[in-house]
């Protein structure tokens, strides 16, 4: 059974999420405070977590950043808000999937089990690729440190080469340009995070057919880069 957490202060909207996703066969639990709704999602027994972005204590923009930082788990936020701001802000910080209220509990079962297919599906990838990662045409052997677009060896810089394998380990996850420059330099980003975006542009001229079109690296407009597959 896949165990869900759901983290929302109304508690007539959280039981009736979990209700309709109980009768489809997962586990659910409740949590209506977001400083405890993160030490429960951090606590590995869930696959999944559908988060509420208004919440005392601590908000979902918060807690997607925290879980995000030491897990890939799918995490589905939901908010009152429209406003495209939040929504870019979400995916920018980890979020798998954005859904506004009001929705219908079946666009949610429907959205629950496709995330979790899709992440056992890329779970079960990295476990068979080990220390390689082998999407369409590119190869990276993580041992030695190579890199093989159809069958040709390409040369990277370091930072270039941390930068493939940061986006090609967790693939159509969106990577904000701060992000990307605190994981990769290891340093706060203090406006430096242009750098991100000259090393993806030299990147992208050596690992792509045709750099203005790119088939790997792709641009999330307002928030920053991504792995397609």
Known sequence: ?????????????????????????????????GDVGLERALSGEFHLIILDVMLPKLDGFEICRRIRAVNNIPILLVTSKKEDIDKIRGLGLGADDYMTKPFSPSEL???????????????????????HIQIRGLFIDKTARRILIHD??????????????????HPNRVFEKEALFERVWGLDSNGDAATVTVHIRRLREKIEHDPSNPQYIETIWGVGYRFKI
Request: charged share 35%.
């Open 152 to 169: 040709k060896e390409i040369m990277l810089t370091s930072k270039e080469y941390e930068l493939l394998v940061l986006l090609a380990s």
């Open 109 to 131: 079962v429907a959205r629950v089990k496709a995330h979790l297919s899709r992440y056992e599906r890329l779970t079960a990838d990295k476990l068979e690729q080990g220390e």
């Open 1 to 33: 059974m896949k165990n869900l957490l759901i983290i929302e202060d109304e508690r007539s909207i959280a039981e009736l999420q979990r209700d309709y996703l109980e009768s489809h066969g997962y586990g659910v639990e409740i949590e209506g405070r």
